[in-house]
């Protein structure tokens, strides 16, 4: 016998023992296992042995041999752990669990009963860990086309569920009204009560009396002097008229009280209704009706913001299912109300659409139906009730579209009918397509029909005259070769989508075909398009985002299960809805794209606190992110940014304000800059430049600069010899300079009471950089910068240097020479003002003084210092650099690196 042979024959006696089994035969069942566990040795087959055990071992335990079974499901549970089967391991370590549990050994019970339910947890584990795994790949696919940013499921119960919530809300409201009259009702008992013990005290205590007279305020409600036996008489009348008053108070109160645990019973029951009603059995079979028609009202996609929350905007979503028609919060998905079908079962008018709604739209507050049955319909979703029933039509109405004046449907009959949109009036009919009209877009200057004859037509619509008439046909655009399922006009240009997934983009004007694409794998069933994408929603499941330039997919939006009946989009979103009863949020670009800016249109009544209040945000941030300087420029109609979608991005008013404060500040930074280039210019320069800048021919001892400087008038020919009128006008301003610059040389005295050593040391550009910002506010609409830098270098040479920092330092060179002894200190060195800006020498001066160095150390380093510096020189300008490198080294402390 070969090995495959004996092999199968092993399976064979495993699948009789566990027929065996099944018939509770349990005896044969372990032959059987035994056969295969014998067979399994002589082929060597672990999978063979380790089934036949646990057989073994499950028959034992059934007849109650629980010794055998112990061994058997060990010798079992380490045969599978050998194969690397958790999950019959598990079951054999279950199989212990039980034979310790009957024989009520609960250590080991528990403790084999956690080994069982290890691979079990494990195979959850496993199981979750790839869900969880199909779940981020879904996510992947979806993100690599946009961001779905919500997910909203749109409620699917009976009208009846929508009456029960709605009286539940109702009864809620009652018994707590009732429950304040109850309050009132008691405390009113009560006074009853306590006024008729008051009685029959007062009673009492007359009968008990011997006087003759006694007061009372309990029969007139006033105090007042009665006799006594009058009193008796008065008190048990009006005894008994009080207690006849506590028995009715205590009546009504127990009818309160009655209603409140009615009105209770009451919502009991609806909630146990509702139950059933949102049951997963009535969920089901609602489940199964199809969504035909999706209505989103126009007026979100006029304010770019589809969710309606802009002005103007509408918050509700319109479905049909079979003859019922369903409004939605678009936020949340609840059903609001359902607009029930009529099932013929009364007399009188039509309650609503007899068979299948086929054509749906939402204008302003008002829904428009038509259906098979070739009725129209019109309702309120405000008031929640049926406003208009017009029956015109012969055929099944297909398409119906609405703006201000009219209604225009399109039924099975190839025409095209319109209405009156207040009265419901029949107006006029149009003709010209040869098969059913089966897309619609009005406005009040133009008809866009498309029809299954694969034609697009458009009719001009005069405004001016009355609905109806003024309507002439305009074009006929011929193309597409099977029926056209949607049509919307643009200014330009008109797309058209059709029922094998094409859309054209047509150009109104010649009525030629700029763009074919294929948008989808099925009819296209809604779409919308600005100047650069058609955003389209087909059967195939999908949202289409396409470039109208080029005709190319951009995007592809996956996530439905269903096909796509509506969508809008605006700046931030796009909003589709679908047969599978969801609709969907979808953020423009990718994952990476950030959160979308959220704006509101201004309109009448609004004002800048109650939109902070709306949207949460700060007045300031408001004015901010707009620019506004006045309130009272806002006009109806302006868009205004009410919630940033990134908080660290600025605005476009923000970015504007932040450029103009950059350039005043690189202005002032410019006009600082003038002040500082003094330093660095020769007085003869200054002069030079300050008499071409003011009129050339003027000798030194006349240039500007000096004549400032020193006080003098500046005659009118001087100011006006060869200048333009904006260089007068600069001129004058130089006595306001003069006094700036005394008021800042006083400043500069002043602070210079309190400089220590350590900042005498120090590079005292930082301080005539101060002294040049300290004018700069004064001196900044002065153009000539040459004047404006000879003056301050003048006038530090005149008054204020001897107090400034750099007078201080040479001061304190002469100084230290006289007390040193070492005459000519300053002259043997040779210091220029250059070296006393860097501050070398004087750093070195410091740190020997606060050392207690002499004179002599410091004349030595720097003789050292200078002479490294001509060595360094010279090594500089010679070809070999590794010595120049390492004597600068040496000379800085630096690295060589």
């Known amino acids: 016998r070969d090995e495959v042979t004996v092999r199968h024959m092993g399976l064979v006696y495993a699948r009789i023992g566990a027929a065996y089994a099944g018939l509770k035969k349990w005896d044969h069942a372990i032959f059987a296992y035994d056969r295969c566990h014998r067979i399994s ?60 549990n009957r024989q009520a050994n609960d250590y080991y019970a528990d403790r084999y009963k956690g080994h069982a339910e290890k691979p079990t947890n494990i195979i959850q584990k496993n199981i979750e860990a790839g869900y969880q795994k199909l779940q981020e790949l879904k996510e992947n696919l979806i993100n690599q086309t946009a961001e779905e940013t919500n997910n909203i499921r749109l409620e699917r119960v009976t009208g009846g569920c929508i009456r029960m919530r709605r009286e539940v809300i109702e009864t809620q409201a009652r018994i707590k009204e009732e429950e304040v009259n109850a309050e009132n009702q008691k405390e009113e008992t009560e006074q009853v009560r306590q006024l008729l013990e008051a009685i029959k005290a007062q009673l009492q205590e007359a009968k008990e009396t011997d006087k003759d007279e006694m007061k009372s305020a309990l029969v007139h409600e006033k105090e007042q002097i009665f006799e006594v036996e009058e009193l008796k008489v008065r008190l048990a009348e009006r005894e008994k008229d009080v207690t006849a008053q506590l028995e009715k108070a205590r009546r009504t109160e127990g009818d309160i009280r009655l209603r409140i645990s009615n009105l209770h019973a009451r919502v009991s029951d609806l909630t146990e209704e509702i139950a059933v009603e949102e049951g997963p059995l009535m969920t089901k079979v609602l489940r199964n009706e199809a969504i035909r028609c999706i209505a989103l009202n126009p007026a979100n996609e006029a304010g770019n913001e589809v969710t309606g929350t802009a002005t103007g905007g509408v918050e509700l979503l319109v479905a049909a299912t079979e003859s019922k028609i369903n409004l939605y919060d678009i936020h949340s998905g609840d059903l609001l109300h359902v607009f029930p079908g009529d099932d013929g079962n009364h007399f009188g008018p039509l309650e609503g659409h007899e068979q299948t709604i086929t054509a749906l739209a939402f204008f302003e507050n008002l829904i428009y139906s038509g259906g098979i049955d070739a009725h129209l319909f019109v309702w309120d979703s405000t008031t929640r009730k049926k406003v208009m029933h017009i029956q015109e039509h012969e055929t099944t109405v297909t398409v119906i579209c609405v703006d201000a004046s009219k209604i225009v449907t399109g039924s099975a009959d190839m025409k095209i009918r319109i209405f009156n949109r207040t009265s419901g009036r029949y107006i006029r009919m149009l003709h010209g397509h040869s098969r059913s009209v089966t897309a619609l877009d009005v406005n009040l200057s133009y008809i866009c029909s498309g029809g299954a004859d694969g034609e697009v037509r458009i009719w001009d619509v005069d405004p001016n005259e009355p609905v ?40 109104l004007k010649t009525g030629a075909i700029l763009r074919k694409c294929k948008a989808h794998a099925g009819p296209v069933r809604c779409m919308q398009f600005d100047a650069t994408r058609v955003v389209s929603g087909g059967t195939d499941h999908v949202v289409r985002v396409t470039d109208i330039t080029s005709g190319e997919s951009v995007q592809v939006l996956r996530g439905h299960t269903n096909q796509v009946l509506a969508l809008q989009f605006d700046t931030n979103i796009i909003l589709s809805a679908s047969a599978d009863g969801s609709m969907r949020h979808w953020k423009w670009g990718s994952k990476f794209g950030a959160r979308a800016d959220k704006y ?110 020193s006080g003098a008038d500046v005659p009118v020919d001087v100011i006006t010899h060869g200048q333009k009128p904006e260089d007068m006008r600069r001129l004058k301003l130089s006595q306001r300079i ?81 007390i040193s002894g070492s005459k000519g200190f300053h002259q ?31 004349e030595r380093r720097h003789s050292e210092y200078q002479r490294r510096k001509s060595r360094l020189s010279s090594l500089i300008h010679s070809e070999d650099k590794s010595d120049a490198l390492d004597q600068l080294a040496i000379t800085t402390g630096r690295r060589r690196s």
Request: charged residues 30%; contains cysteine; proline residues 1%.
């Open 468 to 507: 109806g008439r003024g309507i002439t046909a305009r074009s006929r655009l011929r193309g597409h070769y099977c029926p056209i399922s949607c049509v919307r006009y643009g200014r330009l240009e008109l797309v058209s989508g059709a029922r094998d997934g094409h859309i054209f983009i047509w150009w």
């Open 41 to 100: 040795g002589e082929i060597g087959s672990m999978f063979l042995r380790a089934e036949a055990t646990i057989g073994m071992a499950q028959g034992y335990y059934s007849k109650d041999e629980f010794e055998n079974a112990i061994d058997l499901f060990e010798a079992a549970s380490y045969y599978f752990s050998q194969l690397g089967d958790e999950r019959r391991e598990g079951d054999a370590f279950m199989g212990l669990f039980w034979c310790y």
């Open 828 to 858: 043997r060195y040779s210091m220029s003002m250059d070296e006393i800006e860097k501050g070398k020498y004087l750093r070195a001066l410091a740190k020997a003084r606060e050392s207690g160095a002499s004179t002599a150390d410091v």
């Open 738 to 818: 003069l006094t700036a610059l005394d008021a800042a040389a006083a400043a500069e005295k002043a602070a210079a009471q309190s400089v220590s050593d350590e900042e005498l040391v120090r590079d005292y550009k930082p301080d005539r950089r101060r002294l040049g910002g300290a004018i700069v506010d004064i001196i900044s609409r002065i153009v000539v910068h040459e004047l404006v830098s000879g003056f301050v270098a003048e006038r530090n040479r005149a008054g204020t240097y001897q107090h400034s920092l750099a007078g201080r330092v040479r001061s304190e060179i002469e100084t230290t020479d006289s």
């Open 600 to 709: 509101h249109i201004y309109d009448q009544g609004d004002t800048l606190v109650s939109l902070s209040k709306t949207y949460g945000v700060s007045l300031e941030d408001i004015v901010v992110w707009n620019g506004i300087k006045n309130a009272q420029d806002l006009y109806v109609g302006q868009r205004l940014l009410v919630q940033k979608g990134d908080p660290s991005k600025p605005t476009e008013a923000e970015s504007k304000a932040e450029e103009r404060a950059r350039r005043k500040e690189d202005r002032r930074e410019d006009h600082a800059a003038d002040m500082l280039l003094a330093k660095a210019v020769d007085t003869n320069e200054l002069v030079e430049h300050l008499n071409r800048s003011v009129g050339a021919g003027f000798a030194l001892k006349n240039s500007m600069a000096s004549r400032i400087v």
